[in-house]
């Protein structure tokens, strides 16, 4: 069974950066499409990235240009480069995979994905 582990969360100032990592055992992630998502506390969760199997990747219109998602499939792995940080971009960030290998257009709707991550904190703060 697919097990994913985030890590990489913390404490950055404002203009900073943070490379988060989403680890996979149980299952290989090369043939999945993956995913990331944040939940701020009082709202709801929302897709940020995703990644197909190919390489193909999707942004939300409020990260575009400072993150950029990328897997490394000999170590089952799939990180997010968050530069640029702001503290609008502070919430708790979940990887999640799908079963199958596409971001469709549908990507940043959690129901289609089945595997999740237990989340790490991120925050931005002077």
């Known amino acids: 069974q697919l097990q994913l582990v985030e890590s990489g969360g913390g404490l950055v100032q404002p203009g900073g950066s943070l490379r988060l990592s989403c680890a996979a055992s149980?299952?290989?992630?090369?043939?999945?499409?993956v995913a990331w998502f944040r939940q701020a506390p009082g709202k709801e969760r929302e897709g940020v990235s995703c990644?197909?199997?190919?390489?193909?990747?999707r942004y939300a219109d409020s990260v575009k240009g400072r993150f950029a998602v990328s897997r490394d499939n000999d170590e089952n792995t799939v990180r997010l480069q968050m530069s640029n940080l702001n503290p609008e971009d502070t919430a708790v960030y979940y990887c999640a995979a799908k079963e199958d290998s596409y971001c469709f257009t549908t990507w940043a709707q959690p129901g289609n994905f089945r595997s999740w991550g237990q989340g790490t904190q991120v925050t931005v703060s002077q």
């Open positions: 149980g299952s290989t992630l090369a043939h999945r499409a």
């Open positions: 990644i197909s199997m190919g390489g193909n990747e």
